[in-house]
């Protein structure tokens, strides 16, 4: 069975029909096999709390981040477990080994990482990271997959 984790771009365009590719997204989320898991990470809702909070501190309207979280929240869960943070760890490094000179002081956080050939910031978001080792193969980690 296929399992498909869905991050936080993706929600908060498949959640908010504001937006102006909601109905594409609808439909290739429709498109899945219906068989196959949706997955959210524990870090998406992480990231749309903090959205959430932050919108609250300042005034703006609330409605459809409240909406858009709470239906994240009704599809099962990609936890961050042991395994989740020995993935990380080798996809992490395998990135600096691979494009950062370690020669060097590496920045601690992977946004400030810059290509060691052509100088570019390689763009990468932390968080991103971790949603994408966290579904993961290997030993059973998710509970559900």
């Known amino acids: 069975m ?3 984790l869905l991050d936080t771009n993706l929600v908060s365009v498949l959640y908010d029909a504001r937006r102006p590719n909601h109905g594409t997204v609808r439909q290739a989320i429709a498109a899945l096999p219906a068989e196959a898991a949706q997955l959210v990470s524990v870090v998406t ?3 749309l709390r903090f959205g959430l909070a932050l919108a ?9 981040i409240e909406a858009c ?3 994240s929240e009704t599809h099962p869960l990609a936890e961050v477990t042991r395994h989740t943070a020995d993935a990380f760890a080798t996809v992490k490094s395998s990135i600096a080994l691979a494009r950062v000179d370690i020669r060097r002081r590496i920045p601690r ?3 400030g990482w810059m290509d060691r050939v052509s100088g570019q910031l390689l763009q990468i978001d932390e968080n991103d990271l971790w949603i994408a ?10 509970g559900r997959y």
Request: glycine letters at 10%; aromatic letters at 6%; charged letters at 20%.
């Open 2 to 4: 296929d399992t498909y």
């Open 69 to 71: 979280l709470a239906q």
């Open 56 to 64: 609250r501190a300042a005034g703006q309207a609330l409605t459809h």
């Open 109 to 111: 956080w992977v946004e």
């Open 45 to 47: 809702v992480g990231e």
């Open 133 to 142: 080792v966290s579904i993961r193969r290997g030993p059973p980690c998710l």
